[in-house]
């Protein structure tokens, strides 16, 4: 199973560093790859840059993954419950793509494409941080899944 994370916009540095410690680990026990697209900030309106971005963020899902959404309304997994189902869809063994939209959100067109929508929960975090989050949780559910020390949570 290929996995990728798209999202729009580019990192600052201090995000990029964390977000590349996670994909090098991420690597080591799978294909992991991420995929960023153009930020529409200049399109003019709200709704024309969220389709805009939209359009980026379909074109760089490949074309058989299945979509999770990050969304704030998505099913809100603990990390152990995260894991359970990132072994659910290796079970599948069909790639998954990750899709974290801009700051306006994500287009109808994209919120159709996802087979479902994962929430980090009701807190408002940059879109940078949440990248690292999503990053480090689906790396904290391999380790649950292979049984390592990393997760220190009770189960």
Same mark, same amino acid.
């Given at each position: ?10 990192? !600052?540095?201090?995000? +990029? $560093? @964390?977000?590349?410690? %996670?994909?090098? !680990?991420?690597? !080591? ?6 995929? $960023?697209? +153009? $930020? ?42 995260? @894991?359970?189902?990132?072994? +659910? ?21 994209? +919120? ?23 990053? $480090?949780?689906? %790396? !904290? @559910? ?7 020390? %990393? ?5």
């Amino acid at each position: 199973m290929r996995q990728v994370l798209v999202a729009v916009g580019k990192l !600052r540095p201090a995000f +990029r $560093e @964390a977000a590349d410690d %996670y994909l090098r !680990r991420l690597a !080591r026990s799978g294909s992991f790859a991420e995929r $960023e697209v +153009r $930020e529409a900030g200049r399109a003019g309106s709200v709704t024309r840059q969220r389709d805009d971005e939209g359009q980026h963020l379909l074109a760089a899902i490949p074309e058989h993954s299945g979509v999770v959404l990050l969304d704030l309304d998505g099913e809100r997994w603990s990390s152990e419950a995260l @894991a359970e189902q990132v072994g +659910r869809w290796q079970r599948e063994a069909r790639d998954r793509t990750f899709v974290l939209g801009g700051a306006v959100g994500v287009s109808a067109a994209v +919120r159709d494409r996802a087979e479902c929508a994962w929430s980090l929960g009701p807190l408002t975090l940059p879109h940078e941080l949440a990248r690292v989050v999503v990053l $480090e949780q689906l %790396y !904290r @559910a391999t380790t649950i899944l292979r049984g390592e020390p %990393y997760h220190k949570g009770a189960r």
